[in-house]
T-cell receptor, first 116, second 109 residues
Framework: DAGVTQSPTHLIKTRGQQVTLRCSPKSGHDTVSWYQQALGQGPQFIFQYYEEEERQRGNFPDRFSGHQFPNYSSELNVNALLLGDSALYLC???????????????FGSGTRLTVV | GQSLEQPSEVTAVEGAIVQINCTYQTSGFYGLSWYQQHDGGAPTFLSYNALDGLEETGRFSSFLSRSDSYGYLLLQELQMKDSASYFCAVGTGGFKTIFGAGTRLFVKA
């Protein structure tokens, strides 16, 4: 049973460019949350997708956008990249039903984004 | 605002017991969970408390006091492989889970 798959694993972009990160959730999960993790910090909530809609959003600018597809996979897009966007971007999948919506997240290994 | 506070670092000896505390202030509370993350790895789920009391899973136990907005993770019989970062996380309103900054645990021989 595959867990959460993220691609690419590493990425180097130039300031001002745009980037798309991809996530395939764990089999059976229907909800995808995206987190940004700076070095030595905890994951910061970006947004959550369920039924192809953004359901919740953290304190991130509109440069961060996303999408969820009918097969539950998801993309994170970041426009006009800044140096401060350099971080590990984690995708976490979960099942919306019941209390498991709040725990038991399965995380991918992340995409390490470096903006130069 | 919403915040989770946990110590930045804890050091313990192999075979010992260590407790990592977490206090939280959030709008809405739907349980406290704990995750482990090794360097370069993905966070992995350890435990979850929705109600007050102690939950035990092998060498790991987690405690919650909702009235004190406080919880802790207890690791027993520490092993070198337990050296990692540990995050507490709270399920808040709107199906959003927020994480603390993490506690880095160093296990010494």
């Amino acid at each position: 049973d595959a867990g959460v798959t993220q691609s690419p694993t590493h990425l180097i972009k130039t300031r001002g460019q745009q980037v798309t990160l991809r996530c395939s959730p764990k089999s059976g999960h229907d909800t995808v949350s995206w987190y940004q993790q700076a070095l030595g910090q905890g994951p910061q909530f970006i947004f959550q997708y369920y039924e192809e809609e953004e359901r919740q959003r953290g304190n991130f600018p509109d440069r961060f956008s996303g999408h969820q597809f009918p097969n539950y996979s998801s993309e994170l897009n970041v426009n006009a990249l800044l140096l401060g966007d350099s971080a590990l971007y984690l995708c976490a999948s979960s099942l919306r039903e019941g209390a498991s919506a709040f725990y038991g997240y399965t995380f991918g290994s992340g995409t390490r984004l470096t903006v130069v | 605002g919403q915040s989770l506070e946990q110590p930045s670092e804890v050091t313990a000896v192999e075979g010992a017991i260590v407790q990592i505390n977490c206090t939280y202030q959030t709008s809405g509370f739907y349980g406290l969970s704990w995750y482990q993350q090794h360097d370069g790895g993905a966070p992995t789920f350890l435990s979850y408390n929705a109600l007050d009391g102690l939950e035990e899973t092998g060498r790991f136990s987690s405690f919650l006091s909702r009235s004190d907005s406080y919880g802790y993770l207890l690791l027993q019989e520490l092993q070198m492989k337990d050296s990692a970062s540990y995050f507490c996380a709270v399920g808040t309103g709107g199906f959003k889970t927020i994480f603390g900054a993490g506690t880095r645990l160093f296990v010494k021989a």
